[in-house]
């Protein structure tokens, strides 16, 4: 027990926790995004990888690190909208093309990589977001570095979570692309594109998927290695289950998440003699899974995921 | 002239043997673009690709050598996606059935080669269907997607091997390198060709490939998977039994996958390690799709992926374009397969407008 208490009450902790829950709190509410308007986005796991590889060569090629995480935004974007292509225009199977949505983008992603850069042996680093020193804030005991010395992209995590619920409870948009993952034919029959909505969903989403792997190399860390998204993007996808779909609880989710392999790893620390490494490394995995059949009977599933729509179409 | 789309009733095997090949051709040409962009010209690299892809007697033994385990991963992503049960798990089941194989053929029974290695591969079969039988029975008793979990589970299962050539299962003669005890040799798959690396797994994927084809269309298993798979509610009126059908899809599908592993440790590696497969399991989706599902397309689909690998890891030796090329190939492909398949389902017919009719 005094293990546990040493580790909850280091502010240590609870900066990692938060840390390492900010690029799920991006993938969650892409994915949130994506499957309010009725698509299903494997390729989450892919524009994650897309995400970090072109934020960071943006970055290292000279352009700001501001710069660098609107190209990542902007790869996002752009595989959003083969997806979109894909499963809303053409309305093929979303799973399929969600796989290879995630094949492509991490191909591409390895072989620019490879190609920008052919002679490297370790990682290039890039001079990455660094913790912000919030006047006073930062400054306050225990709270101030638990919370409040953060890099500027959780706090922009944050923001995201305010603004998607604002936009979904809020808005006439948010309505509306919550009625199109639902009931699409109530959208058409008030006159507005089911197609045009779920494409803007789908792209608007993927773009923030991408940042969540722009923080990878942006921020958690300052370089790219390959394999370092390694399921972050499947765990988004259990994440958004959990979350039912609603953007306070996919921070909540996420939050937990980040808490517990914070956790894992300090107790790897303490314990990790006994027990090989490879049992903490799988509990975030295991612990997606567990999370996901706790809520599976009760998930309430936007009712026109994985749904193709046809204009005209009637039910 | 406008555009209308029609949709098809039936598509023709030609129509779909035509939209495959056209696939993995438009893939194979917008790599064009890459290599370009990587400071090479396409048609030597294609050249390059196809020569060191069936150049040789060697280099087709190593392109069937490949192809061994995908026709066997995507012969299982072939019979579960059928039945609409998505197995995305392959990868991990891939490694399960390994393990079975270790398990069961490093020592611990010592039978002559005509027992140990049906053995071996009972055990490969078994051990990677319960992997996928368990997600199903979680999807059946807790309504839990399977595509999450089954992606989840490779994680889990490749740690879980790791920690087990580092521990238990390791070699102790292996100079330190993670990696486990080796199988003794009347477990091991015989070569087909001395001194060539493909072996007895290449027999065993075309003859569970020709077993899968008669599978289909000619026993009552066939019938309720395509059933299960067109019509979950309406195969449950007709009387399936749609959960057992399942759950039989995912033992078969699984053990496919076992299978796989067992003949990259009993053919090729003669021991597990956490780098066994370069993503079998993923590659097999690509397979599957691109052979439409059909047990027969998966054997040339899976040829045509691993000479790919193969071909892109000698052009890459003689002009340094990153050999990542063939992972974009094969994502191309599975991609412009999936256009295809939209053309499949509809007819598009162009019509010249009629004035005033």
């Known amino acids: 027990m005094d293990v546990l208490f040493d580790i909850l009450g280091s502010a240590n ?91 492509l983008a991490t191909s591409v992603s390895y072989f620019t990589y490879r190609t920008a850069l052919p002679d490297v042996t370790s990682p290039p680093r890039i001079a990455a977001f660094q913790p912000l020193n919030i006047p006073g804030l930062s400054d306050l005991p225990f ?45 058409e029959a008030q006159g507005l594109s089911v197609v045009g909505l779920r494409v803007g969903a789908v792209v608007a989403g993927s773009a923030l998927m991408a940042l969540g792997g722009a923080f990878l190399t942006m921020s958690a860390f300052d370089a790219f290695f390959f394999g370092m998204v390694n399921g972050r993007g499947w765990i988004c996808i259990a994440l958004v289950v959990f979350a039912s779909w609603q953007p306070g609880k996919a921070l909540l989710g996420a939050l937990l998440f980040g808490a517990f392999d914070a956790f894992q790893i300090r107790l790897q620390a303490q314990i990790g003699q006994v027990v090989p490494g490879q049992v903490f490394l799988m509990l975030p995995y295991l612990l997606s899974i567990v999370a996901l059949i706790l809520v599976a009977r009760r998930a309430d599933y936007p009712r026109a995921l994985l749904q193709p729509w046809t204009k005209g179409q009637r039910h | 002239m406008s555009l209308r789309l029609e949709p098809r009733d039936h598509a023709s095997v030609g129509l779909k043997l035509t939209v495959s090949l056209a696939a993995g051709v438009i893939a194979l040409l917008l790599v064009a673009i890459p290599v370009v962009a990587a400071g090479g010209t396409p048609l030597e690299a294609y050249w390059l690709m196809l020569q060191g892809a069936f150049g040789s007697m060697f280099a087709l033994s190593e392109t069937l050598n490949r192809a061994t385990p995908l026709i066997l991963t995507g012969l299982a992503a072939a019979v579960a996606f059928r039945a609409k049960l998505w197995n995305i798990g392959a990868e991990g089941q891939l490694y399960i059935g390994a393990l079975a194989a270790v398990c069961v053929g490093s020592g611990l029974l010592q039978l002559p080669p005509a027992l140990m290695i049906p053995t071996v591969m009972i055990a490969g079969f078994l051990a990677g269907g319960l992997m996928m039988v368990i997600p199903t029975i979680i999807k059946q008793r807790f309504g839990a997607d399977e595509v999450v979990i089954t992606l989840l589970l490779n994680f889990v299962v490749i740690l879980f091997i790791q920690m087990l050539v580092e521990g238990v299962l390791k070699d102790p003669l292996s100079m330190g390198w993670p990696q486990s005890v080796p199988l003794i040799a009347e477990a091991k798959l015989p070569k087909l060709v001395p001194r060539l690396r493909m072996h007895w797994g290449l027999i065993t994927g075309l003859v569970a490939a020709l077993i899968l084809w008669l599978m289909v269309r000619k026993t009552v298993l066939g019938f309720e998977i395509r059933a299960v798979g067109e019509n979950k509610a309406a195969a449950r009126f007709a009387g399936i039994p749609v959960d057992v059908t399942m759950l039989k899809v ?36 690509v397979v599957a799709m691109l052979a439409g599902l059909s047990p027969v397309g998966t054997v040339i689909a899976a040829v045509f992926v691993a000479a790919v690998f193969v071909g892109a890891d000698s052009m890459s030796r003689a002009t340094g374009i990153s050999s ?34």
């Open chain 1, 143 to 187: 709270i101030g570095p638990a919370l409040f010395q953060q890099t500027p992209l959780t706090f922009l995590a944050l923001v995201f979570v305010v603004l998607v619920a604002l936009v979904l409870y809020r808005t006439p948009l948010g309505l509306a692309i919550r009625a199109v993952g639902d009931n699409p034919a109530s959208v």
């Open chain 2, 324 to 357: 990542y090329i063939a992972d974009l190939v094969v994502a191309l492909s599975l991609l412009c397969v999936l256009v295809g398949s939209f053309f499949l389902r509809f007819r598009v017919i162009f019509e010249r407008r009629q004035v005033g009719a």
């Open chain 1, 13 to 103: 902790f609870w900066a990692a926790a938060i840390r390492i829950a900010t690029p799920l709190i991006f993938g969650v509410l892409g994915a949130l995004i994506c499957e309010r308007a009725g698509v299903l986005n494997l390729g989450i796991e892919g524009i994650f990888v897309a995400g970090a590889m072109a934020g960071w060569l943006a970055v290292y090629l000279g352009a700001g690190l501001w710069g660098g995480v609107l190209v990542a935004a902007l790869a996002g974007a752009l595989f959003g909208l083969l997806h979109a292509f894909l499963t809303v225009i053409l309305g093929l199977s979303q799973h399929v093309s969600g796989i290879g949505i995630t094949l």
């Open chain 2, 250 to 285: 995912a033992l078969i599908s699984g053990g496919l996958a076992g299978l796989a592993g067992v003949g990259e440790v009993a053919g090729v590696k003669g021991y597990l390690s956490s780098d066994l497969s370069p993503g079998f399991g993923y590659s097999g989706i």
